[in-house]
């Protein structure tokens, strides 16, 4: 599942949802298949039900939410639970990101990215040197 703009300016998962949408989405998370109603509880009363069935039933036409329905007209009940836990969401999207930039700009990013680890978290440094000592060891 591909997100469709990333927002390079915000944090967390904002860079790929919306304010309410990352909400939403860490609730489901947290609480693994949830109904609106308890969404809407959780998020505060100031938002309508209909607001945050919106946003579910949005984030399920997206592909990151899977509803189920049960029952017909008002006796109808809709739940909704993740396609993805939220590790794999962030693994698959960083993973689309830089595939993307490293095809597109290749020595830059890869550049950047090792300045990046050089400036980051001594142990970043160590991982990326062990990834690199064990892809010459399996280079044919």
Known sequence: MNVQRMKLS???????????????????????????????SLLGEELS????????NRLSEKGH??????????N?????HPVQSKEEFIQEQTRIV???LVHEYGEIVLNHLF????????SLRELLEARIDEWKRDKP
Do not use: C, Y
């Open 98 to 100: 830089t595939t993307e």
């Open 65 to 74: 939410l899977k509803k189920n329905t049960i029952g017909k007209g008002r």
């Open 115 to 122: 300045d990046a680890v050089q400036q980051a978290d001594p």
């Open 10 to 40: 915000e944090e967390g998962l904002r860079r790929f949802f919306g304010p309410l949408e990352a909400q939403i989405m860490e609730i489901v998370w947290s609480r693994g298949e949830v109904m609106i109603k308890e969404v809407q």
């Open 49 to 56: 039900f209909n607001t945050v069935m919106t946003v579910l």
């Open 76 to 80: 109808r009940i809709s739940t909704f």
